[in-house]
């Protein structure tokens, strides 16, 4: 088996659905394994039909048939998003992906509760808000750092009793902490995760050692790596690691440590939806994307210029690729330039993981710093290969699988 790892080495939105889609499409995969973040992830997939989905907690290779899914202990689960999610999957032709779906038992929930509380804090952050997408997934990670043994579990659903006590602890703590919350009573929410755990399959962490000597397994990253828990520019991050730990970690407990090819996902444009440093910012470029829209939590959707110097230390951070596969190529163009260095940073150097006062120091660093734009390249595949000391193996002129070239077809290949 040729186990394949999609991580986005940007802010996120850089493509991994439709990566993972075209990977799905153009050779036999067993099973997606998701191996972070949780119902905030947000994938596109366009089929060549027209039909579209958003792909949240389900993996993007959901529309071809046969591919599973696995939500490994590291996805923060919601079932109430992931009943919705499958009602528009049926909707648009996909009326099994429950059927097709593991769940680790060990994985968090993520509740009203947390929802209610994330969205608390958010408001109360006023003009100084962090880009929370408001669905409660860090708030989910928060409360089970700090109560390892009380959080809401997937496992908990099969048990009433158990998961009545533990969303009631939860519910009191939060509601001390910040006072009543925009939440329906926990005996109104137990019926729903009983209907989860009577619907979908829950397993425990031993299965994915099965599914991965079963067939070829894509790990399929959430965020990007310049969000990072640790490694992101604080305090404009995630409560999620984004870099591929999790998934090694998870092939390692498997007996296959260094089984996955490391793929790494970039926009030609850097963007960034929500607040933080995007050094490259240009509201003058021509761009919008529909599927990005502003919204109340994470406001607007931002583009920029190329950033080679953000997408260097990401590589950096994530300990390196294989490849990379580049996306939106059909957005191009001479009005389009490139970033090798900024006006008093050359290179950016990720430090030790959980010094956030070190990236705290970074972001403000990054808040002043101004670009050096140079000349849109002739040949962006060549040109961002040479920047960042990786092949480009994969170019995206477009929302579908047909619109994806191989450059080096033999190198993401599966195995023969």
């Known amino acids: 088996m040729n186990h394949v790892m999609v991580v986005d080495l940007g802010y996120g939105d850089a493509g991994k659905g439709t990566?993972?889609?075209?990977?799905?499409a153009s050779r036999p995969v067993h099973t997606v394994v998701r191996f972070n973040g949780g119902a905030q992830a947000a994938h596109n997939v366009v089929l060549r039909d027209?039909?579209?989905?958003?792909?949240?907690?389900?993996?993007?290779?959901?529309?071809?048939?046969?591919?599973?899914?696995?939500?490994?202990?590291?996805?923060?689960v919601d079932p109430l998003a992931l009943a919705a999610e499958a009602d528009h999957l049926t909707a648009v032709g996909v009326p099994d992906a429950l059927?097709?779906?593991?769940?680790?038992?060990?994985a968090l929930l993520a509740t009203p509760y947390h929802?209610?509380?994330?969205?608390?804090?958010?408001?109360?952050?006023?003009?100084?808000?962090?880009?929370?997408?408001?669905l409660g997934v860090g708030e989910a990670v928060a409360y089970g750092l700090a109560h390892p043994d009380e959080a809401p579990r997937v496992a908990d659903c099969a048990h009433p009793a158990v998961l009545r006590r533990r969303l009631t602890a939860l519910r009191d703590r939060l509601t001390a902490e910040l006072g009543p919350l925009d939440a329906p009573p926990v005996?109104?929410?137990?019926?729903?995760?009983?209907?989860?755990?009577?619907?979908v399959a829950i397993v425990d962490r031993a299965h994915l050692a099965g599914v991965l000597r079963a067939g070829t397994c894509v790990f399929e990253g959430a965020q990007g790596v310049l969000l990072d828990e640790w490694h992101g520019f604080h305090p404009y991050t995630t409560w999620s690691t984004t870099t591929f730990a999790n998934a090694e970690?998870?092939?390692?407990?498997?007996?296959?440590?260094?089984?996955?090819?490391?793929?790494?996902?970039?926009?030609?444009?850097?963007?960034?939806?929500?607040?933080?440093?995007?050094?490259?910012e240009d509201p003058a470029l021509p761009f919008a994307d529909p599927r990005n829209p502003t919204n109340p939590w994470q406001g607007r959707f931002?583009?920029?210029?190329?950033?080679?110097?953000?997408h260097r230390y990401a590589l950096a951070a994530a300990g390196g690729v294989d490849g990379l596969a580049l996306t939106h190529l059909d957005l191009a163009g001479p009005y389009l330039r490139i970033c090798r260095r900024y006006d008093t940073v050359d290179r950016l150097t990720p430090g030790p993981a959980g010094d956030l006062d070190r990236q705290?120091?970074?972001?403000?660093?990054?808040?002043?710093?101004?670009?050096?734009?140079?000349?849109?390249?002739?040949?962006?595949?060549?040109?961002?290969?040479?920047?960042?000391?990786?092949?480009?193996l994969l170019t995206s002129h477009g929302p579908t699988a047909e619109d994806k070239v191989p450059a080096l077809a033999a190198a993401v290949s599966a195995s023969r």
């Open 249 to 280: 970690a998870l092939l390692a407990e498997a007996g296959l440590a260094g089984a996955a090819q490391r793929l790494g996902v970039l926009r030609v444009t850097t963007t960034r939806h929500g607040p933080g440093p995007l050094v490259t």
């Open 187 to 199: 005996e109104d929410c137990l019926p729903a995760y009983a209907a989860f755990a009577g619907r």
């Open 50 to 76: 027209g039909r579209h989905h958003t792909f949240a907690q389900f993996g993007a290779g959901t529309f071809r048939p046969g591919v599973r899914t696995h939500l490994s202990r590291h996805v923060v």
């Open 99 to 106: 059927d097709r779906l593991t769940v680790d038992g060990e």
């Open 302 to 310: 931002r583009f920029g210029h190329f950033d080679a110097v953000a």
């Open 19 to 24: 990566v993972v889609d075209w990977l799905c």
């Open 360 to 392: 705290a120091a970074l972001t403000a660093r990054l808040l002043r710093a101004r670009p050096v734009l140079d000349e849109a390249p002739t040949d962006w595949p060549a040109a961002v290969a040479a920047e960042l000391g990786a092949p480009v």
């Open 115 to 134: 929802r209610a509380a994330n969205r608390a804090r958010e408001i109360a952050r006023g003009a100084d808000r962090h880009g929370s997408c408001g």
